[in-house]
């Protein structure tokens, strides 16, 4: 029903900053909640962030938490992430997801974008 297309990766230094975009399309993303996940070299995915449909509410995981914010403009149906004072430790492949806001908390997801890689050098 929805179509994510996530963008904005990139090679960045430790310290820098990065947007990333996810573009949706189908009728049901506004009534969706939003998130990204991310999977680094090695590593399992994680929960990043989400934000309720109506943008209202957000919860982060505790790694970025004070430097990471989601945010979502539904008239564009998009939905981003700016992460600042990135780490090394941040380097992975970051994916878009949709779903419910308890699901994506739960890191259950009824949709998925390609992913987009997110490097942080030292």
């Known amino acids: 029903q929805v179509q994510l297309a996530d963008s904005g990766g990139g090679l960045v230094q430790a310290g820098g900053s990065l947007r990333l975009s996810c573009a949706a399309s189908?009728?049901?993303?506004?009534?969706?909640?939003m998130g990204w996940f991310r999977q680094g070299p090695g590593k399992e995915r994680e929960f990043v962030a989400v934000?309720?449909?109506?943008?209202?509410?957000?919860v982060y995981t505790g790694s970025v938490k004070g430097r990471f914010t989601i945010s979502r403009d539904n008239a564009k149906n998009t939905v981003y992430l700016q992460m600042n004072s990135l780490k090394p430790e941040d380097t992975a492949v970051y994916y878009c997801?949709?779903?419910?806001?308890?699901?994506?908390?739960?890191?259950?997801?009824?949709?998925w974008g390609q992913g987009t890689q997110v490097t942080v050098s030292s």
């Open positions: 997801a949709g779903g419910s806001y308890g699901a994506l908390l739960r890191g259950q997801c009824d949709y």
């Open positions: 189908g009728r049901t993303f506004t009534t969706n909640a």
């Open positions: 934000i309720s449909r109506n943008g209202v509410s957000t």
